[in-house]
């Protein structure tokens, strides 16, 4: 919750209409008409509580989708990326094992298989494999802004610094691999 704000309904974010990271197409999956009128839309959204976000992120985010099966080194920053991008969290991660030598169907769900990869990877590499799921979930980032301009500014400040994503991604990483400025500012530099 530390990494969500109150409510914002910007045009660039597909996410639509959002409060606490609880987007609008989120309620109306859960079916979450607050104001009752038969809808769900903005205004259910504005009526939205931190404690329903709460229950929402543990119960839609955390338990349902397996990330409580994950070992605990990567399960805060996979229930990060998961509340940010749903299931793309768990695409990004089995990408990752994969890659890790861990072969796996890259179909964002978190099933026997990707449960067992993941701690067969942990117990390789104890102290790499939440930094190596960072390096992935902040590059997965740079590709979206690559890809959709309009998404830039969740990466990159109007300043020209480190934005958002970016930001929340290295939240999860150890210091040293984090982008310094310049190599940040190197690897955003064909945006401009």
């Not at 990869?117 to 190596?132: F, M, T, V």
Request: one cysteine or more.
């Amino acid at each position: 919750m530390a990494h969500e704000g109150g409510y914002v309904n910007d045009p660039d974010d597909p996410g639509g209409a959002t409060k606490y990271g609880v987007t609008v197409h989120t309620m109306r999956r859960l079916g979450m008409d607050l104001d009752g009128n038969g809808t769900v839309d903005a205004r259910d959204v504005k009526q939205l509580s931190r404690a329903q976000a709460e229950r929402i992120f543990i119960t839609h985010y955390f338990e349902r989708p397996g990330i409580a099966k994950l070992p605990k080194s990567v399960q805060a920053s996979v229930f990060d990326m998961y509340v940010n991008s749903g299931s793309n969290a768990v695409r990004i991660l089995q990408r990752l094992l994969t890659a890790m030598g861990f072969p796996l169907t890259d179909d964002g769900v978190i099933g026997p298989k990707t449960i067992a990869a993941c701690e067969q990877a942990a117990r390789a590499a104890p102290d790499h494999l939440a930094d190596a799921y960072g390096i992935a979930r902040r590059n997965y980032y740079f590709w979206l802004a690559d890809r959709r301009p309009a998404s830039r500014k969740y990466a990159r400040t109007r300043a020209g610094g480190k934005g958002g994503w970016i930001k929340r991604a290295e939240e999860f990483l150890s210091p040293q691999y984090h982008l310094s400025e310049q190599a940040f500012r190197e690897r955003v530099a064909a945006w401009d």
